[in-house]
């Protein structure tokens, strides 16, 4: 079970004074209570209820507001990090965008080619090749043949 309070004004606010709690009778009790319906405090709401939780969550302006950090048409998401336990997350992460795309009807992520470039001895890019190998990551590593890349190249 998931309840979600949003406020529409934006004010200071007591406790007390919160309609949240006023709409909340006192004998209701929650077993998780989230502050914040950005896409952090959202899928943390939506994954506890999934478990059984009984979830309250709390925003202080309208749902769907543009004044937090997960509004915009787009965000990228991509595993070629240089910290080794990036990737795995990023990988769960990709399976539940698809269990929720599923399960809303709604298409939102499209999969598209990540590309990372830098020097051979970067030692940040040498990283993800070894984190992309061990995450069994599809990679493919060109060299600097003005070949492979003659738009690019194009610009020195
Ligand atoms: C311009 C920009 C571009 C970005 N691009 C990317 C990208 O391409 N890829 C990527 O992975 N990440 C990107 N990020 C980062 C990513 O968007 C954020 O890390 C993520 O959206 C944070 O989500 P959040 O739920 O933690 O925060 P928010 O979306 O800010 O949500 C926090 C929510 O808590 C509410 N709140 C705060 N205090 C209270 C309170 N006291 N009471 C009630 N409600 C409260 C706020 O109103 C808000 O709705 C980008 C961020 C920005 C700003």
Not at 4 to 31: G, H, L, P, Q, V
Not at 59 to 82: K, P, W
Not at 85 to 112: C, D, F, N
Request: net charge negative; aromatic share 8%.
């Amino acid at each position: 079970m998931l309840k979600c309070f949003a406020n529409t004004e934006r004010r200071e606010y007591t406790i007390s004074e919160n309609a949240a709690m006023k709409e909340t009778s006192s004998d209701d009790i929650f077993d998780v209570i989230i502050i914040g319906a950005g896409i952090m405090g959202s899928c943390a709401a939506y994954e506890a209820a999934k478990l059984g939780k009984k979830v309250l969550l709390l925003e202080q302006f309208d749902l769907l507001h543009h004044l937090g950090s997960s509004h915009g048409e787009s965000r990228t998401i991509r595993a070629t990090y240089s910290a080794p336990h990036y990737p795995p997350m990023v990988i769960e992460s990709s399976r539940l965008w698809e269990e929720a795309q599923a399960e809303s009807g709604y298409r939102v992520l499209t999969k598209t080619t990540q590309f990372d470039i830098g020097p051979a001895d970067n030692r940040s890019l040498q990283s993800i090749i070894t984190n992309c190998s061990t995450n069994s990551l599809a990679l493919k590593v060109f060299d600097n043949s003005p070949n492979n890349f003659p738009a690019l190249f194009g610009f020195r």
